[in-house]
């Protein structure tokens, strides 16, 4: 596991990956397992930046298997619309990376369906597509769900009180909470696939800090990116760097279902792939529990009791 890079990811030959997300991490997990020779479906809001991807990935790998599909996490229909879409395709899907983001908008802004967006989008969307893919993954052999975290899962908390930061929004501390709930789905989703039967690992990952258009693309960020931050973002690790945890969760033959793996050096700040220190409140069940009773509920969607 020492120093691993795209180059250990074994052959994705007749294998299928759905990616969300075009830009940054997703792109450069698209091209790699692209590179590997699976099938990649790349799902974006953003049709142009999709099919720019998509293109991008032909020019480096004429070969490659890879389409754009249109998915907008923000908007459950689109989720619901998506999903239909890809079991009326195909009869399995082998990988699916739940990567796709949204990262501190000045001011509080809400999903189509009045959740706070990053809480609705980088949780509750990728809650709601999983359920809905979950028919294509119990069919797969030795499927794999990654769901992208974030060392600020660190600071978070599940405000049950305000989960949807009504009374008071701050937006890191939403950003934070939103990835500490990556963090906890992907582990419960484990526990429940072991508890069914159903046969698909999760797996949680992080990138570090990475450098990605995540924060330069949020809501309102124009005029907040300032010189100092600029130059904080040159120090950062290239995004094809940041990307390798998730790649070494959705590949590697060594990736331990249930794991968490981000970078290595520096606080988990940069490197390469290794287990990732677990922040205590993510290893709280009954909080996990709870959140997956409160996501159903508030999505509409639910998962098989049993494969």
């Known amino acids: 596991m020492a120093n691993w890079t795209v180059s250990d990811i074994p052959h994705q030959r007749g294998r299928s990956a759905l990616v969300t997300g075009a830009a940054g991490l997703g792109f450069e997990d698209a091209l790699a397992l692209a590179r590997a020779g699976a099938e990649v479906i790349l799902a974006s809001r953003d049709p142009a930046k999709g099919t720019r991807a998509v293109e991008e990935i032909h020019r480096a790998v004429p070969s490659a298997n890879v389409r754009f599909e249109a998915l907008d996490l923000a908007s459950l229909a689109s989720v619901a619309a998506f999903s239909a879409r890809l079991l009326g395709q195909r009869d399995s899907l082998d990988v699916l990376i739940n990567?796709?983001?949204?990262?501190?908008?000045?001011?509080?802004?809400?999903?189509?369906?009045?959740?706070?967006?990053?809480?609705?989008?980088?949780?509750?969307?990728?809650?709601?597509?999983?359920?809905?893919?979950?028919?294509?993954?119990?069919?797969?052999?030795?499927?794999?769900?990654?769901?992208?975290?974030?060392?600020?899962?660190?600071?978070?908390?599940?405000?049950?009180?305000?989960l949807q930061s009504t009374r008071r929004y701050r937006s890191m501390a939403a950003y934070s909470q939103s990835k500490l709930a990556c963090l906890?789905?992907?582990?419960?989703?484990?526990?429940?696939?072991?508890?069914?039967?159903?046969?698909?690992?999760?797996?949680?990952?992080?990138?570090?800090?990475?450098?990605?258009?995540?924060?330069?693309?949020?809501?309102?960020?124009?005029?907040?990116?300032?010189?100092?931050?600029?130059?904080?973002?040159?120090?950062?690790?290239?995004a094809s760097q940041g990307a390798l945890p998730t790649l070494f969760a959705a590949t590697a033959p060594e990736a331990r279902p249930g794991g968490y793996y981000g970078p290595d050096r520096m606080s988990e700040t940069r490197g390469h792939p290794a287990p990732s220190r677990v922040p205590p409140q993510a290893a709280d069940t009954a909080v996990a529990e709870r959140l997956w009773r409160v996501s159903e509920e508030l999505t509409g969607v639910s998962f098989p009791a049993a494969a």
């Not at 999903?111 to 999983?130: I, S, W, Y």
């Open 99 to 162: 990567n796709a983001g949204v990262m501190r908008p000045p001011q509080r802004m809400e999903t189509a369906d009045g959740f706070e967006l990053q809480l609705g989008t980088n949780h509750l969307g990728h809650f709601a597509l999983t359920a809905g893919l979950m028919p294509l993954l119990v069919k797969a052999r030795k499927a794999r769900v990654v769901t992208l975290s974030s060392i600020a899962a660190r600071g978070g908390g599940i405000d049950f009180d305000d």
């Open 184 to 238: 906890m789905f992907a582990f419960e989703l484990q526990r429940r696939s072991e508890a069914g039967g159903w046969g698909v690992a999760s797996l949680a990952a992080h990138p570090g800090l990475s450098r990605t258009e995540l924060l330069l693309n949020a809501p309102g960020a124009e005029g907040r990116i300032n010189p100092l931050f600029a130059l904080f973002r040159r120090t950062m690790q290239p």
